[in-house]
């Protein structure tokens, strides 16, 4: 069993729906991340995540640590949304440097 | 600027050839990581460099061969791979603790290297 999972590994919706990813983690944790891949590579940090709930925009991550669960939500989806969406767990710290566990993804494709 | 540069953008590669990824970022960040990725899977961490110094290898293979030369600069220094090693390879960086880091920091990923070994 993954350290960390996610559900669902696929998710297509149309435009305008409310989006849900969640995941779970298995260890003790000192922060989350939530990442958005698009086609072609490039990775961004949308949040990081130790305690409670963050606003960015459209974007809403909850966590909820004594449940080891964290879920990201997406308001009025647009099809520029489309991307894989990746949860990482920072397991801990060496030297100063963070050592982050990956999930296995949601790929996400909004259709108009 | 929040930004990591990672030249070249695509690069395929024989098995007896020798090559190498650069990374670059101008954050100030003193905390450096290599990852593999191969397609429809998550990132996978190889090397961590903090303060320049190498502090966590994943038992990557010898073939791969990280080098940091100063706080800003990271190389992936290739020979002899495999057809196996094609994948995307990511940089990344961020602040590390007791530099001026937090709990609420995060990890700036750079656009990859799309490797191809031939």
């Known amino acids: 069993k993954n350290e960390v999972e996610q559900s669902p590994q696929n998710l297509t919706a149309q435009e305008g729906e409310f989006i849900t990813i969640n995941c779970s983690y298995s260890v003790g944790i000192s922060a989350l991340h939530w990442l958005q891949q698009h086609p072609g590579g490039g990775i961004v940090s949308l949040f990081m995540l130790s305690s409670g709930k963050k606003k960015h925009g459209r974007l809403i991550a909850t966590i909820n640590i004594q449940e080891k669960h964290s879920s990201l939500h997406i308001t009025a989806s647009h099809p520029r949304d489309s991307a894989v969406y990746i949860c990482a767990v920072r397991r801990r710290i060496i030297q100063g440097a963070q050592k982050l566990v990956f999930g296995q993804g949601t790929r996400l494709t909004i259709n108009p | 600027d929040t930004e990591v540069t990672q030249t070249p953008k695509h690069l395929v590669m024989g098995m007896t050839n020798k090559k190498s990824l650069k990374c670059e970022q101008h954050?100030?960040?003193?905390?450096m990581y290599w990852y593999k990725q191969k397609a429809k899977k998550p990132p996978e961490l190889m090397f961590v460099y903090s303060y320049e110094k190498l502090s966590i290898n994943e038992s990557v293979p010898s073939r791969f061969s990280p080098e940091c030369p100063n706080s800003s600069l990271l190389n992936l220094h290739l020979h002899a791979l495999q057809p196996e090693d094609s994948a995307l390879y990511l940089c990344?960086?961020?602040?590390?603790f007791g530099g001026g880091g937090a709990v609420t920091d995060t990890q700036y990923f750079g656009p990859g290297t799309r490797l191809t070994v031939l």
């Open positions: 990344a960086s961020s602040r590390p």
């Open positions: 954050m100030g960040h003193r905390a």
